[in-house]
């Protein structure tokens, strides 16, 4: 069975400050790992994936993620946030012969403060 | 600009209405999803089409009930509902890959249902 812990339920950050999502998984199996982001009434936004290849990756709005098998984690983070930042972000994993099923983990409130 | 189009976009119905939610992607994806949202929670999968057929249903109640008209559309048929069903409704869809692979799920924004 597969499993999302985001560690944070909120986090205020201050704008222009750096900031890191935390996400932990756990699967039996070959994962692909995701980041969403949801703006106050608004569907959910794939911010960046990690399918397979470098353990690096770049997303939109400025963010990246590292995937770290050994930790099983898949951290985000932004070097300078904006106040448009403000929204909730999911981690959410999948694996093959899941039927394209995606589990969530229960979401972060970022609130960047001017 | 969302691909995947949800209509409407807030509905607001009584305990013995019928009414359906509409989802349409003209990406050429053939899988669709329904999700159910809680306010402040990550969404829950409802339901799985691929290739129009039924590919999972997580025991969902009976008065939801989806259906899949061709591969650009998608219906959810909302009977008796209940007051705890009132929560944000998400589709989405991917392209099957082969080899039980999927492509990231894109979401449309959503029908926000409230019954009285």
């Known amino acids: 069975a597969q499993s999302v812990t985001q560690l944070d339920s909120q986090v205020p950050v201050f704008e222009e400050a750096p900031v890191e999502l935390r996400c932990n998984y756990s699967?039996?199996?070959?994962?692909?790992l995701f980041w969403y982001v949801q703006y106050p009434n608004q569907g959910l936004q794939l911010l960046l994936k990690?399918?397979?290849?470098?353990?690096l990756v770049k997303g939109i709005n400025g963010f990246e993620a590292e995937f770290n098998k050994s930790q099983t984690s898949f951290h985000l983070r932004k070097p300078s946030v904006h106040i448009s930042d403000t929204a909730e972000y999911f981690c959410a994993v999948s694996g093959s012969n899941q039927g394209g099923k995606l589990i969530f983990g229960q979401g972060t409130e970022l609130s960047v403060k001017p | 600009d969302t691909e995947v189009t949800q209509t409407p976009k807030h509905l607001v119905m009584g305990m013995t209405n019928k009414k359906s939610l509409k989802c349409e992607q003209h990406m050429g994806h053939r899988a669709m999803y329904w999700y159910k949202q809680k306010a402040k929670k990550p969404p829950e999968l409802m339901f799985v089409y691929s290739y129009e057929k039924l590919s999972i249903n997580e025991s969902v109640p009976s008065r939801f009930s989806p259906e899949c008209p061709n591969s650009s559309l998608l219906n959810l048929h909302l009977h008796a509902l209940q007051p705890e069903d009132s929560a944000l409704y998400l589709c989405a869809s991917s392209q099957v890959l082969g080899q039980g692979t999927f492509t990231p799920q894109h979401f449309g924004d959503g029908t926000r249902l409230s019954i009285l």
């Open positions: 699967s039996s199996v070959s994962v692909y």
């Open positions: 990690y399918l397979s290849g470098s353990t």
